[in-house]
């Protein structure tokens, strides 16, 4: 199975301030017959379900604010928050769909500074 | 408006089983692939099974396989998850979540229940 790994656990970052949050995977989810990475972010909000942030490792989702943003390709991506928001206190998680198994990250927090 | 909403958790002795259902409205369930995802207390999130849009595959977990069993009924516009045998270890969340796409599994999960609770204990 692939094993996905984000770094850091937790964040705290000032209000305005840019977050970074980081996923490696165990192996390639770079599918070179359509140049497409299977890999998405999702935001959880305590109490509430994950809600898709990015799919296809870059494409923000509808309705998805512009401050954030994906990147990265094969094993290594990367979420960016440009300017932190208060309602951006979350648990943000990375997951692959390359393979069956579908892997998810172990999430990493973020909080205000 | 998509919609899903899961129910049938609730407590249960070891060794126990339960019957958790995602009711789905707003599109077309028999279009899509659909999964169950758990969330431990206070952990991350797990893919526990899918199902594809006809039942003909089935994915589950190494944890899992041979205790639990996904279904489906398009025509009731609904998801099943039959749990058998459970552990302790199987408290969690339970979340139904639509796949995205109509065609492969290999989709992010766009849509996603309020979740149902259960909790192994005795």
């Known amino acids: 199975d692939i094993v996905m790994t984000q770094s850091p656990d937790s964040l705290t970052v000032s209000l305005g301030e840019r977050a970074t949050i980081n996923c490696k995977s165990s192996?390639?989810?770079?599918?070179?017959?359509?140049?497409?990475?299977?890999l998405a972010w999702y935001q959880q909000k305590p109490g509430q379900p994950p809600k898709l942030l990015i799919s296809?490792?870059?494409t923000r989702e509808s309705g998805v604010p512009d401050r954030f943003s994906g990147s990265g390709s094969g094993t290594d991506f990367t979420l960016t928050i440009s300017s932190l928001q208060a309602e951006d206190v979350a648990v943000y998680y990375c997951?692959?769909?390359?393979?069956?198994?579908?892997?998810f990250g172990g999430g990493t927090k973020v909080d205000i500074k | 408006e998509v919609q899903l909403v899961e129910s049938g958790g609730g407590l249960v002795q070891p060794g126990g089983s339960l019957r958790l259902s995602c009711a789905a409205s707003g599109f077309t369930l028999s279009n899509y692939w659909m999964t169950w995802v758990r969330q431990a207390p206070g952990k991350g999130l797990e893919p526990v099974a899918s199902i594809k849009w006809d039942g003909s595959e089935k994915y589950y977990v190494g944890s899992v396989k041979g205790r639990f069993t996904i279904s489906r009924d398009n025509a009731k516009n609904s998801m099943y998850l039959q749990m058998n045998s459970l552990r302790a270890e199987d408290t969690a969340m339970y979340y139904c979540a639509r796949v995205s796409g109509s065609a492969t599994l290999y989709n992010p999960f766009d849509h996603w229940g309020q979740g149902s609770l259960v909790s192994v204990a005795s």
């Open positions: 997951q692959h769909y390359y393979t069956t198994s579908l892997t």
């Open positions: 296809w490792a870059s």
């Open positions: 192996q390639s989810v770079l599918y070179s017959s359509n140049n497409k990475n299977y």
